[in-house]
């Protein structure tokens, strides 16, 4: 059976057959190379030894912005944004935790749900604020998962209430990456538990400027 459709002749010519739905433009796999050899020579040979010491890679991740790397959907305007998509982002990722875990962790989560997320749904005068007062290197943070509420965010209990022209946040917030280094974050809280996930608001905080924060 298999020599007789090994017999039959190809509908397509050659270079048609050579192509794949999965090829990457020339400029990702460079950008994937460059990632690639990065972790090699940088990375990977320290990953077992930050992980002994259960040391966070600051060295790293000053490596990597001076890439262009922790910024990477973030638009240009803006000191160290990228300008590249979310298949970009996924190709550091990938390599990065070939080499080491945590810091493609690290770098996932701050690229995709702080620095993008800001970029995306931020106002101007917050991207002013936030993507120009801390360098591309100082991390950010994403608080939405507690205790009670990992998987069913919308279970979530840290009461925003307003008070003035701000709000005061009150809760605790469990597993968020970076939360030791990051200068600034997006938290998660309910200005109503009534209202499920539908009181749940996105509050952007500069950890420098805010009280209270252990
Ligand atoms: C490396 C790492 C980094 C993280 N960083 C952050 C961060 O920066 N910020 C942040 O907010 N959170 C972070 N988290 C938390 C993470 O995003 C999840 O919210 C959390 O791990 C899931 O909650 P849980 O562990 O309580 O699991 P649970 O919600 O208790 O779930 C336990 C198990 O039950 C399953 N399950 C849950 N609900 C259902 C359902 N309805 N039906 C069927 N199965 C279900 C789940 O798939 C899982 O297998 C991080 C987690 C990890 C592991």
């Known amino acids: 059976m298999f020599r007789k459709l090994l017999s039959v002749p190809p509908l397509l010519p050659c270079a048609f057959r050579h192509f794949s739905i999965c090829e990457l433009p020339p400029e990702l796999t460079q950008l994937q190379q460059t990632c690639r050899a990065f972790v090699n020579s940088q990375l990977k040979p320290i990953a077992a ?3 002994r010491e259960s040391r966070f890679p600051k060295e790293t991740i000053e490596q990597l912005a001076d ?3 922790m910024r990477v959907t973030v638009d240009p305007e803006y000191p160290g944004g990228s300008g590249q998509g979310m298949l970009a982002l996924s190709l550091i990722v990938e390599e990065l935790s070939r ?5 493609g962790s ?3 989560i701050h690229n995709c749900l702080y620095a993008n997320l ?3 749904v931020g106002s101007g005068e917050q991207k ?3 993507f120009r007062k801390y360098s591309c290197g100082t991390l950010g943070a994403f608080a939405l998962s507690e205790a009670d509420a990992g998987s069913d965010v919308a279970a979530l209990s840290t009461r925003a ?3 003035g022209d701000g709000f005061v946040l009150n809760g605790t917030k469990a597993w968020v990456t970076s939360a030791l280094q990051a200068k600034s974050g997006i938290i998660f809280a309910t200005v109503n538990p009534e209202l499920k996930y539908k009181g749940i608001t996105a509050f952007l905080v500069d950890f420098e400027e805010r009280r209270g924060l252990r």
């Open 49 to 51: 030894e930050l992980d």
């Open 67 to 69: 890439l262009g790397m």
């Open 99 to 103: 080499g080491c875990g945590s810091t």
């Open 106 to 108: 690290i770098v996932s």
């Open 118 to 120: 800001l970029d995306r």
């Open 128 to 130: 002013d604020r936030f």
């Open 161 to 163: 209430v307003e008070d």
